[in-house]
């Protein structure tokens, strides 16, 4: 089993910054791909980044590239999602979540193991 505990969500100004932490333990997490989803009120839960096992593939979806930056310290077992420029739209409840084989993937069906979530709130 692995469990995974989001932090680092608040309420900040658009523009601002925030950066979320996810800590996993229960398994070996250098060998498991990474994302970060989000989901705002009354609407699906989207992409927002994924990374891989090494941290040499990262992909990130259209509308938070170039101001979001995900990352992840093996050594801690902890994945990062900087969040720069922020905008009222990105307001969302935002979900770390692991998959096994360690690739990173966009879809969300692929991950087996999902945070409780931390809720981002952006005030215009």
């Known amino acids: 089993q692995v469990q995974l505990v989001e932090s680092g969500g608040g309420l900040v100004q658009a523009g601002g910054s925030l950066r979320l932490s996810c800590a996993a333990s229960?398994?070996?997490?250098?060998?498991?791909?990474m994302g970060w989803f989000r989901q705002a009120p009354g609407k699906e839960r989207e992409f927002v980044a994924t990374?891989?096992?090494?941290?040499?593939?990262?992909f990130y979806a259209d509308s938070v590239k170039g101001r979001f930056t995900i990352s992840r310290d093996n050594a801690r077992s902890t994945v990062y999602l900087q969040m720069n420029s922020l905008k009222a739209e990105d307001t969302a409840v935002y979900y770390c979540?692991?998959?096994?084989?360690?690739?990173?993937?966009?879809?969300?069906?692929?991950?087996?193991?999902w945070g409780q979530g931390t809720q981002v709130t952006v005030s215009s």
């Open positions: 229960g398994r070996t997490f250098s060998s498991q791909g």
């Open positions: 990374i891989s096992w090494s941290g040499l593939s990262i």
């Open positions: 979540a692991a998959r096994d084989g360690g690739l990173a993937s966009r879809q969300g069906t692929t991950y087996g193991y």
